[in-house]
């Protein structure tokens, strides 16, 4: 049971560059989200799905784009990478509500824009 | 706005030592509190979570309170290990939402 996968573990890209951060739970959850992680603060939500077909917007979701075609992968597309985006990038699921369930994290994705 | 403030940012025990974490919240309505440790360069892991009614809750050498009236919680580690130094994260969930604290980093020594 791999739980949840990230890859790649670390990128680095050039302003403007795009790329795709992918994700993929093996425990049937319906609940899947991105957060990133930045020195000194807090974990902060990009973007969320509650289920194949349904995403929606986090806390902070500009220059992110996601998708959620299957219950198994949510991936994270950076359309025009920007030094701002510099970050550690995770990926959580958790089954039922978020309210109440445990949130499971893959390991990150540690992003370099230059 | 919904806050959680951890104290101290980090701080050093020696092994075999205990030490206790702080963490203060403003978060409306509140459901439950959690403690999750991340190791360095991994992503983190869930140790305790308590809901309204919970005052205390252990998790091997980890033991969380909660006191919902003043609205601060503690993780304390008990006969510390080289394997306790992490990030511990506090967070706070309110409706469906989640809070993150900054984090506190525990450095064990031998």
């Known amino acids: 049971n791999a739980g949840v996968t990230q890859t790649p573990k670390f990128q680095v890209l050039k302003t403007g560059q795009s790329m795709t951060l992918q994700c993929a739970q093996d425990?049937?959850?319906?609940?899947m989200s991105w957060y990133r992680q930045d020195p000194g603060m807090g974990l902060r939500l990009i973007h969320y799905s509650v289920g194949a077909g349904i995403t929606d917007q986090g806390e902070v979701p500009n220059g992110y784009n996601v998708s959620r075609s299957t219950t198994e992968d949510f991936p994270l597309r950076l359309l025009s990478a920007a030094p701002s985006q510099t970050s550690v990038y995770f990926c959580?699921?958790?089954?039922?509500?978020?309210?109440?369930?445990?949130?499971?994290f893959g390991e990150g994705s540690r992003l370099t824009v230059l | 706005k919904n806050q959680v403030e951890q104290s101290p940012q980090s701080l050093i025990i020696l092994e075999g030592k205990n030490c206790t974490l702080q963490?203060?919240?403003?978060?409306?309505?509140?459901?439950?509190l959690r403690w999750y440790k991340q190791d360095t360069g991994r992503g983190p892991v869930s140790l305790t979570i308590m809901t309204f009614s919970e005052n205390t809750k252990s998790n091997g050498r980890y033991t969380a309170t909660l006191d919902a009236d003043t609205k601060q919680s503690s993780l304390h580690i008990t006969a510390s290990q080289l394997s306790d130094s992490a990030s511990y994260i506090c967070?706070?969930?309110?409706?469906?939402?989640?809070?993150f604290g900054g984090g506190t980093r525990v450095l064990v020594k031998p």
């Open positions: 963490c203060n919240y403003t978060v409306s309505p509140f459901s439950n």
């Open positions: 425990m049937n959850h319906e609940y």
């Open positions: 959580a699921s958790t089954s039922g509500n978020l309210n109440t369930g445990e949130l499971f």
């Open positions: 967070v706070v969930s309110a409706g469906n939402k989640l809070t």
